[in-house]
């Protein structure tokens, strides 16, 4: 993982932020209160500032810090190659003191500045400080000792004016910990006001009445639901082997049922009104399904009840209620019975920076489980609602919720209710800055409790698309919401030319909705099938997963297939087999180099045709995937692995394209393995780059990243290896913001749904500037739990619809088909600029980089066309050849006509 680029928070996002604090300070805390304890000492800098002791600059230590710092403070940059000042700053926010860190060169690391604190397990906490200075500055409470992790933070990009920082959270544990600030880069910042207080244990809100949970019946289909239905512990050697591959919830999801997964059935065997959920479990597989996020007051007990039973007695289903994403530590094991029973859990949920609260339930075990009637409620004592009117927002099943203009991009109105007769809906529709672009109603009649209309999305433009719907009946109103996408007609075809790819199900859901958003390349990490713990699972035993490989190259894309994950009976590590995802045997080579060649030359031979590119390993410079046994070396294992597999696979198939090497956080594996050979091996070099991410310690910008993987390439080149390099995995590494109506708070480094789109079309633009041939992003798929803020920057939500980055993701991955970097010429100098030819003409892409948008010429050829982040392209209007450009956060493609 190389966390290189990240874009800051704009005014708007803050601003939404501050309005997200102060309603979750209204409605979480009541009315007015004596002002808290601030926790630190000498908050303000007005106590005195001690001369720091001249530092030893060693190899461990190559940084200089000197100056004079205020007393109870410290510096944190001593393991950093940086040179600080540090003194009083003469302009303070308030009072007559006030601290300033001054960075003049920096070759590795950040600066940080710290105060020791002492916090409590589950305790709500707010930290704020106000901040100026040069560029970016985080704030953060974070844990003082290994392995320093950040237990919340925010961050902004700070020019001179004084400004406030401010951030709510909880501390899993009782630690030891720093009240946190750090700089990236060059320049300076200063400090003042700094403040950190417990936030009250219980909220002075009015209780909540009634069942908080949406659709807790199903009576509306899956609406306000989203799950996962996967292997369990995938990488550890589970004994039973899989019948065949696990579908996706999506690929069931709807009113009609299927013969496995998750579905909403009107069958006669539920237990409260019309509908349940009927979950079919294969052998050893993990179901994971999650509610929408609802607001709730903290520190007071709520119930969590719902109706189950199963098709075999004694499955074991587990529940919780969900917030933040430690939540898997509360979760509660039932015991099914093959009756309806109704089961209870009450729990005391602690202060939560997301605001956000759902139900959650696992299960890892097998056959057919009903849930129906699932119900949250303030208190401790089931008190059962009346039935009511219920509203939903939902794509078409043939279309799903990503739709290309010749399939008739509409939306349907789901009700359901206790009385028949006409509900009056109003559907509001609104892009992804929030203006809204239609307004339609329509009156649906209600019979025997159903209601079902149609409505076309006439939006005018590309893009990602929110609707909301508000029904009434009589005295009685409803709500619901669903996000659509409506992308540019992807290119047709040619895979090999594009560099657009990604990690998701097999599903039918996935394989049509993917190609839409011009992905051309599918990476099986996960899904499994070509690796050794699934094809051959026992010694001998060869499984094949050809209808599904099939089925993904029908639908469009290529394959690159993964060479891993040693089966129980093989690794070299048999007698360390740990439970869980990693770090199992399942990690450790082969103990013996005639079993590992021979999974390599079937599996190669067999798939010869549809998977002709394969990677070895995932993620080998990591002991949590790759480990090797006492007294011998990481890399030179894994070079001599790389050696035995692409000779097997050379030889099974000469087709077969072989890569490797997997560049991590820094290169000195790289080198280590370039020294060693790796470069006279594999055809490819692959690498991992993510980006950003909550407490990432670097946010050099696009051109820092670039700048990175030219050290890579200079490296390769000096090796004398082929030019080819892929990013087999990456993407935003952090948490990303819900785009449904939920109630959040700003939280750590979260990343709004608008700039969750922005990064990654610029994140695949520079990618290609820098010359990585082909990216893979890796949280493609839909994720539960289904809350307000995603810890994982997914392209979709819970429930499948879209995040506006998969739009955004569409409209790169057409504008830069077939795109090779080229010179871009001259440019505003606070403007990022990347030029590329491709086959349908150059493309040139810009955006500001000064955090506000910059005006400015540029000369071009007559029938060039400009489009925006969602791919929506309009005229130019030229004078003299000229055209006049802003340029701001997001990228815009300038499409020049080809050359005659």
């Known amino acids: 993982m190389i966390p290189c680029l990240t874009d800051f928070p704009t005014a708007r996002s803050r601003a939404v932020g501050l309005v997200l604090a102060a309603w979750l300070a209204a409605n979480a805390m009541g009315g007015e209160t004596p002002a808290p304890e601030n926790l630190l000492k000498n908050p303000g800098f007005e106590e005195a500032f001690e001369e720091l002791p001249k530092n030893a600059v060693t190899p461990q230590h190559p940084g200089v810090q000197e100056g004079r710092v205020g007393v109870h403070w410290k510096p944190n940059s001593g393991w950093a190659d940086l040179t600080l000042a540090f003194d009083p700053d003469p302009n303070p926010f308030k009072g007559k003191g006030a601290q300033r860190i001054r960075c003049t060169r920096r070759t590795g690391g950040r600066t940080q500045f710290v105060q020791p604190v002492k916090v409590q397990k589950n305790r709500g906490y707010e930290i704020s400080a106000w901040v100026k200075g040069s560029g970016r500055v985080s704030l953060e409470l974070r844990k003082s000792g290994a392995p320093y992790t950040s237990h919340f933070a925010t961050g902004a990009n700070v020019l001179g004016e004084w400004s406030k920082l401010s951030v709510r959270g909880t501390a899993p544990e009782d630690d030891e910990a720093f009240f946190f600030l750090a700089f990236d880069g060059t320049g300076w910042f200063s400090v003042d006001e700094a403040e950190m207080v417990v936030l009250p244990e219980r909220s002075n809100a009015p209780p909540k009445a009634g069942n908080l949970i949406y659709n807790g019946g199903f009576e509306l289909g899956l609406a306000g639901w989203g799950g996962q239905l996967r292997e369990w512990n995938g990488y ?107 089961y209870e859990m009450t729990l005391t949920p602690p202060y939560s920076s997301s605001a956000v609260m759902g139900a959650y339930f696992e299960c890892h075990d097998t056959g057919k489980i009903l849930l129906d009637g699932v119900h949250i409620q303030e208190g401790e004592t089931f008190t059962p609602d009346a039935p009511r009117l219920e509203a939903a927002l939902a794509a078409p099943r043939e279309t799903g919720p990503v739709m290309l203009a010749a399939e008739r991009p509409r939306i349907l109105l789901r009700l359901a209710s206790p009385v028949d007769g006409p509900v009056r809906c109003e559907v509001r529709v609104v892009d992804v800055d929030e203006r809204e672009v239609q307004r339609l109603e329509r009156e649906v009649a209600v019979k025997q409790g159903w209601g079902e209309a149609e409505a076309e999305l006439e939006t005018g433009a590309l893009g990602a698309f929110r609707a909301m719907l508000k029904a009434v009946q009589g005295k009685q109103e409803a709500a619901g919401e669903c996000c659509v996408g409506l992308p540019p007609d992807p290119v047709r075809g040619d895979e090999e030319a594009s560099a657009f790819g990604g990690h998701f199900p097999f ?101 010869a045709g549809v998977v002709d590119d394969w ?107 082929p030019d080819e390099v892929w990013n087999s995995e990456g993407g935003l590494s952090g948490a990303t913001r819900s785009w449904y109506s939920m109630p959040e708070l700003e939280r750590g480094f979260v990343v709004p749904a608008r700039e969750h789109a922005e990064q990654t079309a610029k994140y695949y633009v520079v990618q290609l500037a820098a010359g990585i041939r082909r990216g893979f992003q890796y949280f493609s798929w839909a994720s539960p739990p ?98 006049r450009l802003e340029a701001g956060s997001a990228p815009q493609y300038l499409l020049l006509p080809p050359r005659r």
Request: proline residues 7%.
């Open 236 to 342: 550890a050697n589970s004994p039973e082997p899989h019948a065949k591959p696990y579908p996706d919830p999506l690929d069931v999801a709807g009113y009609e049922s299927g013969d496995a997964g998750c579905t909403v059935t009107q069958a006669e065997d539920r237990q409260a009104g019309r509908a349940a959920l009927l979950v079919d479990l294969l052998p050893n597989s993990w179901w994971m399904w999650s509610s929408r996020g609802v607001a709730y007051n903290f520190g007071r007990p709520h119930l969590l009840s719902f109706w189950a039973k199963a098709e075999r007695p004694g499955a074991a289903l587990y529940a919780t209620l969900y917030s933040e994403n430690r939540f898997r530590d509360t979760l509660k094991k039932f015991v099914l019975s093959a009756e309806w029973t109704r």
């Open 507 to 607: 599903g039918p859901y996935y394989l049509k909705l993917m190609p839409k958003l011009g992905m051309k390349w599918a990476r099986l990490h996960p899904p499994f099938h070509t690796k050794w713990i699934v094809v051959e699972r026992e010694r001998g035993q060869f499984r094949w997963y050809d209808a599904e490989l099939r089925a993904v190259r029908a639908a469009g894309l290529k394959i690159l297939g993964s060479l891993d994950l040693t089966p129980h009976w093989a690794s070299v590590a048999r007698e360390t087999q740990q439970p869980g995802w990693v770090r199992s045997s399942a990690t450790f080579p082969a103990e013996r180099d005639e079993d590992w060649t021979n999974y390599v030359s079937k599996t190669v031979t067999h798939y």
């Open 786 to 883: 289904h809350m307000g803020a995603a810890s994982e920057a997914t392209f979709l939500h819970a429930d499948g619809t879209p995040r506006p980055a998969a739009l955004a993701y569409a409209a790169a991955a057409l504008f830069l088909h077939g795109a090779r970097a080229k010179d871009s010429g001259p440019h505003p100098e606070d403007v990022a600029y990347f030029a590329f030819d491709t086959p349908a003409g150059e493309v040139q892409v810009f955006w500001s980089s000064a955090g506000k948008p910059v005006a400015f010429e540029t000369r071009i050829p007559d029938g060039a066309r400009i489009a925006d982040l969602m791919g929506n392209a309009r005229a130019l209007a030229l004078a003299n050849g000229a055209a």
């Open 615 to 721: 990677e070895i390993w995932n993620e080998p410079f990591t002991g949590t995937f790759f480990g090797v046994p006492e007294g011998r070396e990481r890399g030179p294992e894994y070079v001599r692995l790389v050696r035995l597999a692409a000779e097997a696979a050379r030889k099974a198939n000469p087709r077969a394209r072989v890569m490797g090497g997997m560049a991590g956080p820094d290169y000195v594996w790289t080198r280590e393995c370039l020294d060693m050979g790796l470069h006279r091996l594999t055809d490819v070099f692959t690498l991992h780059l993510y980006y950003g991410g909550n407490g990432a310690p670097e946010f050099d910008g696009p051109l820092g990243l670039r700048d990175s993987v030219g050290r890579l390439r200079e490296a390769l080149r000096s090796a004398h290896r």
